[in-house]
Structure formats: C-alpha cells, structure tokens
C-alpha cells in the first residue's frame, strides 16, 4: 500500500547542514512536499517539488528527488536553533484525494 | 488574516459524549481535510471533502463523522467519543485535491 517512510530523529550542531531523508512508494504524485511544525503549532509548508525535477534550491534549502528510487531529501545549510522542529514530507495518496504524510523527523539542532 | 480557524483549541471531554470540532476556512478552497497526529504515528487522514457537498473516508474515520454544506466549514463530530480518540486534530484545506494543503493550528483533545 501507499507510505512514507522518514527517519524519526536527527540532531546536528548550528552552522552544521542537516539532511533529511523520506522514502515513498507512490510515484504518481505531482508533486513532493516538506512541511515543518514548531512546537504546539500547525504544519506549515516549507517547500516543494514538482515530480519531473531532480533538485530545487531555495536559500538554505535544497531538495532533491530520485524518481527512481522514490527518494526525497531536504538539505538546510547553516542549521540555526531556529531550525529545531518536526519535518514532514508528503505526498499525494493513490487516489489523488488528499496528501499522505510521514511520521515526522525531528531535528534538534544545539549550539 | 485569511486562514485556517479551528475551535476549540483544546478540549477534555468524559466518555461517551459527543463532541464537534469546527473548522472553518475563509481561501475559498475546495478541499478540507481531517488529521490527527499522534505520537509515533505521525498524521493519519480521518475524512476528507474535496468540495462542498461531497465527503470521503480517509484511514481512520471509524468513530468520527463529517459535514461539508458549504465551501467554508468542515465540522468534524465524534458522536459518543472513547479514550483511543485522545490526540491533536489538524483541520487543512487546499486549492485541489491533494495538492498544497494549509493547516490550522490544531484542537488538543483529551478523552477521559
């Protein structure tokens, strides 16, 4: 069935880059999706990608994309504290009704 | 500020009571869409709506309910709720179906 596998945990040094990993099975979603939630608050979107794309960048953010090992990865150079939260990656379920999301990464960055 | 309001924000409730969480969205999007998030477990899908008039299951809805009469609101009831029910609900909705979702920010229910 359809899923999204991400890591749970991952703890860098500010100024250090973070890489986040996420593994999906359904390769028909448009796009890919990373959302990140601050404690006691919302998801909120971070970025995305458009399925035909290898990469994306967006100031201290990169995305990559391997299609063909449904893999997606979301790179923040000079990781600050303001970073620490969960990352969610997402995609669209089978039936193109709503978005499907990982369990979450959480990233603690320490000074 | 356009957005996502979802009320209350955090709610105890007894056994076996009915319960409505209400979320309303002011994007005119045509999509909403029930979460909760539970620890470990990540964001599962109770119910969706991906316009107004129209509902859909999602892989939790057992327990829950929906209503979607009019573009804006999308209340979710939990008729007789139990204590398996205890979690953070994201109401989102979205342009499309499953494209690009926004979120509120949560009701935090205890079921006790």
């Known amino acids: 069935g359809e899923d999204v596998e991400q890591s749970l945990f991952l703890s860098v040094r500010e100024g250090d880059s973070s890489v986040i990993n996420c593994t999906y099975t359904?390769?028909?979603?448009?796009?890919l999706y990373w959302y990140k939630q601050e404690p006691g608050a919302g998801l909120q979107l971070l970025t995305y990608?458009?399925?035909?794309?290898d990469m994306k960048q967006d100031q201290r953010l990169t995305v990559l994309l391997n299609k063909k090992d449904k893999h997606l990865s979301l790179r923040i150079a000079d990781t600050q504290t303001g970073d620490s939260a969960i990352y969610f990656c997402?995609?669209?379920?089978?039936?193109?009704?709503?978005?499907?999301f990982g369990k979450g990464t959480t990233l603690s960055v320490s000074s | 500020i356009a957005g996502i309001t979802q009320a209350p924000t955090s709610q105890i409730l007894a056994a076996g009571r009915r319960m409505t969480l209400r979320c309303t969205q002011d994007?005119?999007?045509?999509?909403m869409y029930w979460y909760r998030q539970d620890l470990g477990l990540g964001l599962r899908l109770i119910h969706y709506?991906?316009?107004?008039?129209?509902?859909g299951k999602g892989e939790v809805p057992d327990g829950y309910s929906v209503s979607r009469a009019n573009t804006d609101d999308f209340p979710l009831t939990l008729a007789s709720a139990v204590p398996s029910q205890t979690s953070v609900y994201f109401c989102?909705?979205?342009?499309?179906?499953?494209?690009?979702?926004?979120f509120g920010q949560g009701t935090r229910l205890t079921v006790v």
């Open positions: 709506s991906n316009t107004a008039g129209t509902t």
């Open positions: 997402a995609e669209s379920n089978q039936a193109g009704t709503a978005l499907i």
């Open positions: 989102a909705s979205s342009m499309g179906e499953a494209t690009e979702a926004f």
């Open positions: 994007m005119r999007h045509n999509a």
């Open positions: 359904d390769s028909s979603s448009t796009y």
């Open positions: 990608i458009f399925s035909n794309m």
